[in-house]
């Protein structure tokens, strides 16, 4: 039987270096450890772990040119969080049990702190290393996933700029792009990096895509208490109920493990479809 968290382990363990490596450069000095600080406070990196599964899903070619784009795409994640936990949008004072961005070092210094990670994220992407034609795709793929018709697209929503979300067709579209987006960012760009042939691209797409949804459902379950009130954002646990949601998930779980017939080295993103859903924080 697969073990993810063998899996999983040693690629954190990479990833986490190489995060703690970046802004060694930067000016002012102190800006440094403010970067650094959201991306050091632990976390499942569920984005640039499935990057890096689709990547060896396909049994593609050099492992480095996977690593710019799982990096990447926990950078834009990291920096959605910290502009999330600021007052004027979700006001949060912790994260994973630490003291949030803008309660260490001010809402101005937060603020940019996002800015400096979501630009670093398409610097990696240009590395010289990298085949500039993966380099240009990664870097079309990441910028419409994370931007007005993917993440911000649906944060916009999830705020109310397209007036109350009631019904779950509304809801399912917002979170396609405020979670799914980088979800199936993270995904196709560990498949381009592989060299997906078009077929499994378009498998781990559909893979992608029912993650990304299940992922939101089963945090809807998760937070289902804490969301409960009239002045908590939009759920699918307000619309469907806790077990109408975890069916969804349930289902959508399994039309993503369906999707991986199409590529040879499954194991891991097969074992990450099932997290989604089966845990518990």
């Known amino acids: 039987m697969f073990d993810l968290e063998s899996w999983a382990a040693p690629r954190r363990e990479m990833l986490q270096q190489k995060m703690d490596a970046l802004f060694a450069d930067a000016w002012p000095e102190p800006f440094r450890a403010m970067c650094l600080h959201s991306l050091q ?7 640039p772990l499935l990057t890096l599964a689709a990547f060896e899903a396909v ?32 006001d949060d004072a912790e994260r994973r049990g630490k003291p949030t961005t803008h309660v260490l070092f001010g809402d101005d210094m937060a603020l940019l702190v996002g800015d400096a990670l979501l630009t670093e ?44 979300v ?19 960012c993270a995904v196709r760009m560990g498949a381009m990096a592989g060299g997906a042939k078009p077929m499994q691209l378009q498998a781990l ?23 409960a009130g009239s002045d908590g954002p939009p759920s699918f646990v307000k619309l469907m109920g806790v077990e109408g949601t975890n069916a969804k998930a349930r289902e959508l779980a399994a039309q993503a493990r369906g999707a991986l017939e199409a590529v040879p080295q499954a194991d891991a993103l097969e ?3 099932l997290f989604t859903v089966e845990r518990k924080v």
Do not use: W
């Open 121 to 164: 994220a398409f610097r990696l992407l240009t590395d010289p290393a990298l085949p500039p034609e993966l380099a240009i795709a990664q870097v079309r793929e990441l910028s419409t996933s994370a931007g007005y018709l993917g993440m911000v697209g649906g944060q916009a929503s999830d705020l109310g700029a397209g007036g109350p």
């Open 271 to 273: 074992a990450l479809a």
């Open 59 to 90: 049994d593609g070619g050099n492992p480095e040119h996977a690593v710019p784009a799982a990096l990447a795409i926990e950078l834009v994640h990291t920096y959605s969080l910290v502009h999330d936990d600021m007052p004027c949008m979700d």
């Open 41 to 47: 406070t632990g976390g499942k990196r569920m984005r």
């Open 205 to 227: 797409t559909h893979f992608a895509e029912a993650v990304g949804l299940a992922f939101q459902l089963a945090d809807d379950v998760l937070d289902a208490e804490e969301d």
């Open 166 to 184: 009631t019904d779950v067709e509304t809801l399912t579209r917002l979170h396609r792009g405020k979670t799914g987006g980088l979800i199936r």
